[in-house]
């Protein structure tokens, strides 16, 4: 029978293009954002954060935005290669519970397929 | 650094079987996570420790599963008894502190299949 499971977003892209994957994020009250990428086989590998005091911030190759009134992050990276093909998470800091530990969630993910 | 360190990298076993997965946080890093990946549900948090000490576990499906940290670099997650339904990658990761602007650091999972 048919599987079921998450329908993730996917996005294809020619090598040397600029990318942007695009995150909902579901808590107003979250403070820190992750972006993560995961090869096939492998674990999330960290790319870029950014703090709620700001709304962009610069790494190599990728820039993080986000927009705090609808609550949406993106991250575009700039001349995409085929080592960039993976799945790219989002993930939201939340606060766990009363305490001052924080608790990291998950968005569903985006596939990205670079094309020689 | 040699980064978290999860063993073993593939389980197969049956159902009924008892699975233990064990983890290795980087050393110095006080927190301690476990997630579960699947096509169904995506990433899920399952239980983190703080210091050695259970600070959430909302996320543990049902009492067959538990974890244990029983010193700073080492942790495991137990499932007993096993089911199909749990077949899934299991990540473990750590972070310095566990507080709330922290990034995680991820192991490269278990992949367990429960037949």
């Known amino acids: 029978g048919e599987s079921v499971g998450l329908h993730l977003p996917t996005l294809s892209v020619q090598e040397g293009d600029n990318s942007i994957i695009n995150c909902a994020y579901s808590n107003s009250a979250s403070d820190y954002f992750i972006w993560y990428k995961q090869e096939s086989g492998k674990g999330p590998q960290f790319i870029i954060d950014i703090r709620s005091n700001i709304d962009k911030r610069q790494g190599q190759r990728v820039t993080v935005l986000l927009n705090k009134t609808v609550k949406h992050l993106s991250l575009q990276i700039a001349a995409t290669q085929p080592g960039d093909s993976a799945v790219y998470f989002c993930?939201?800091?939340?606060?766990?519970?009363?305490?001052?530990?924080?608790?990291?969630?998950f968005g569903q993910g985006t596939i990205l397929t670079v094309h020689p | 650094d040699a980064g978290v360190i999860q063993s073993p990298r593939h389980e197969v076993t049956e159902m009924g079987q008892e699975v233990t997965l064990r983890c290795k946080p980087i050393s110095g890093h006080n927190s301690l996570f476990w997630y579960r990946q699947t096509m169904m549900r995506g990433l899920e948090l399952l239980i983190y420790?703080?210091?050695?000490?259970?600070?959430?576990d909302s996320g543990m499906p049902e009492d067959r599963f538990s974890a244990k940290m029983p010193n700073a670099s080492f942790s495991t997650l137990k499932i007993q008894p096993s089911e199909p339904r749990d077949s899934a990658v299991y990540f473990c990761?750590?972070?310095?502190?566990?507080?709330?602007?922290?990034?995680?650091?991820f192991g490269s999972g278990t992949q367990l299949s429960v037949l």
């Open positions: 420790f703080n210091n050695n000490v259970p600070i959430d």
């Open positions: 990761a750590s972070s310095p502190q566990g507080g709330l602007n922290e990034k995680l650091f």
């Open positions: 993930a939201e800091n939340m606060r766990a519970g009363g305490t001052s530990y924080g608790k990291l969630t």
